[in-house]
């Protein structure tokens, strides 16, 4: 009897604990602490922007259900009453409102709106123990319920076909400026790739070594995929369009060498190199095949009146015959490019980058995994793991490490590009997810246009210390 009256307050004061923190979690300014003490700590920062992307995978997931034909047919078999439940909802006899490219257009409004009221409402937020901070780093149950109330809203906005015709255009320019976003960065990345590595130069002259090794490793890569695309995507007597698209791919790639290392660049830009250049027609040649890959199968009669497949590879139909794995797989590494260009973008460092400024050469320190040191979020205080959770480390007391409004305004993008992406871009009509990589003119233009925009990015910043010589450059 006295072992239990003292067991039974333990167990009480456990249970209000755990209590308090799901609260604190869902209502409150906290780190989501509920997780076991074993997970690794976590900056407060870096939970945030996490509780935001899970937010937004849920979102993407709910999208791509509802362009699955197959999830559709399972529903129509397994649920009982589904044409009763459909018509009592309003959705139609066989639900056609709640699937289809038009239902992920509301959606993704709805989860589109969400971020782009947040990043108005997080306009020029310095410190990180404002209100408006609080608001941004917790509350994340009511903020779940607003975000499922406007998806759900969307469905209930008059005059669908106009909507739907507006919101085209603006998802199209919005997914546009998204991939502009992640090409930006990726010229970034570059120009910091070899600029670290340089300056470990003056201290040991082994990085001469892998600054060659790696150069080489890129340029074969791309030679070699352009050697290999030749060889599967063109044919003898047809296949113009690929041999085209192959030769100005190749052209390019032979145009920013050149550029890098021409003279005038190197001597306003001694930084610029074959590095940078064969990262990007590393990422030329992966966006031609993309394209190439995306385009819908040609056939033409042989002899025997036969139909063959030509300019695409003989392995193709084996390689797509489970069609749910291919999909799958594809789906999950696209959203997962997104989700990083979406997390990186928003870091200072990158922000830096979009506005055209870099840190200085002298600051560096050469590191073979520089791209995964801290990226100014070193002021950490004290964590909190009193409790029994997740330790979490409150590194924003001094000032935010990131800005808030720039952070929803990329997931704001990324939102239209996840529209765009899922139906198809401007082959919505009939487009499924089972489709998905089976072939289409849309995403072949678009891999292709994203190709070309990457190249002028590039040269802009080898030539733009050219076009603009009082104006101070630095990669």
């Known amino acids: 009897m006295a072992f239990g009256s003292i067991l039974l307050p333990s167990i009480v004061a456990e249970i209000m604990s755990w209590r308090q923190k799901k609260l604190a979690c869902c209502c409150g300014y906290a780190g989501c602490a509920l997780c076991c003490k074993c997970c690794p700590r976590i900056r407060q920062s870096r939970s945030t922007r996490f509780m935001y992307a899970l937010y937004f995978i849920l979102i993407s997931i709910i999208c791509c259900i509802m362009m699955s034909r197959t999830v559709a047919t399972e529903m129509r078999k397994h649920i009982p009453f589904f044409e009763d439940i459909c018509k009592g909802i309003k959705a139609g006899d066989t639900c056609e409102k709640l699937v289809g490219y038009s239902a992920v257009y509301r959606v993704c409004f709805g989860m589109a709106c969400f971020f782009f009221v947040f990043c108005l409402f997080t306009i020029k937020i310095n410190n990180s123990k404002s209100c408006r901070a609080y608001i941004h780093n917790g509350f994340w149950f009511i903020k779940l319920l607003l975000l499922v109330a406007m998806c759900s809203g969307a469905f209930f906005i008059p005059d669908q076909d106009t909507f739907l015709k507006a919101w085209r255009y603006v998802g199209a320019t919005g997914a546009f400026l998204f991939i502009g976003i992640q090409l930006i960065l990726l010229v970034e990345f570059a120009h910091k790739w070899n600029k670290n590595w340089t300056a470990g130069t003056v201290h040991n002259k082994m990085w001469y070594a892998f600054l060659a090794l790696v150069t080489l490793l890129m340029y074969t890569i791309a030679v070699g995929a352009l050697i290999l695309m030749a060889w599967f995507y063109t044919w003898e007597e047809g296949c113009l369009q690929n041999k085209i698209f192959l030769g100005v791919s190749g052209g390019l790639c032979l145009l920013i060498s050149l550029v890098a290392i021409s003279p005038c660049v190197q001597n306003r830009q001694p930084h610029s190199g074959l590095l940078q250049s064969g990262l990007i027609s590393c990422y030329v040649t992966y966006l031609t095949f993309s394209a190439l890959s995306s385009k819908p199968v040609e056939t033409i009669l042989d002899k025997n009146q036969k139909n063959i497949t030509i300019c695409s590879p003989n392995f193709g139909q084996e390689f797509h015959r489970d069609e749910n794995l291919v999909t799958g797989l594809g789906t999950t590494l696209l959203f997962a490019c997104i989700l990083y260009s979406c997390l990186t ?104 246009a994203s190709c070309w925009m990457c190249v002028l990015i590039y040269l802009w910043t080898l030539l733009a210390p050219l076009c603009c010589p009082t104006r101070e450059f630095s990669v």
């Open 345 to 448: 973008s928003t870091t200072r460092s990158s922000s830096e980058a979009l506005r055209g400024r870099y840190a200085a050469p002298e600051l560096e320190v050469a590191r073979c995994c520089f791209c995964f040191a801290p990226d100014g979020e070193a002021d950490v205080d004290e964590s909190d793991g009193r409790r029994g959770g997740q330790q979490v480390i409150y590194d924003e007391k001094k000032g935010t490490v990131y800005s808030y409004t720039y952070f929803h305004f990329v997931f704001f993008l990324a939102s239209l590009y996840v529209m765009m992406t899922v139906t198809n871009w401007f082959n919505y009509e009939g487009a499924h997810i089972e489709k998905f990589f089976s072939g289409s003119i849309s995403f072949f233009w678009v891999k292709m």
